[in-house]
């Protein structure tokens, strides 16, 4: 079996707040968090840091929109990194 790269928090946090200054879009940050859940998913979801599992099931949905306005807002986005969502 091959181990895959896991992301660590640190990785997660500074892929949401590359979208909060938009040097990644939200689309693009969405499809990385869920190749890297799936990825893990494959493997091992129980021996990741749990935090860091949080943040990129979080992560995986950024893209997600309600009409024309993203489900997550930017102030939600804050709040995760924060560790209060």
């Known amino acids: 079996m091959t181990?895959?790269?896991v992301?660590?928090?640190q990785e997660v946090v500074d892929l949401l707040l590359a979208v909060l200054d938009?040097?990644?879009?939200r689309l693009a940050a969405a499809e990385w968090a869920a190749e890297m859940q799936?990825?893990?998913e494959s493997?091992?979801?129980e021996a990741v840091d749990?935090?860091?599992w949080h943040l990129l099931r979080l992560a995986a949905t950024l893209d997600v929109q309600s009409g024309d306005k993203y489900l997550h807002s930017d102030n939600d986005i804050r709040e995760w990194i924060e560790g209060r969502k």
């Open 50 to 52: 749990p935090q860091m």
């Open 7 to 9: 992301p660590t928090r």
């Open 43 to 45: 493997e091992d979801a």
């Open 38 to 40: 799936e990825n893990i």
């Open 3 to 5: 181990e895959i790269p």
């Open 22 to 25: 938009g040097s990644s879009s």
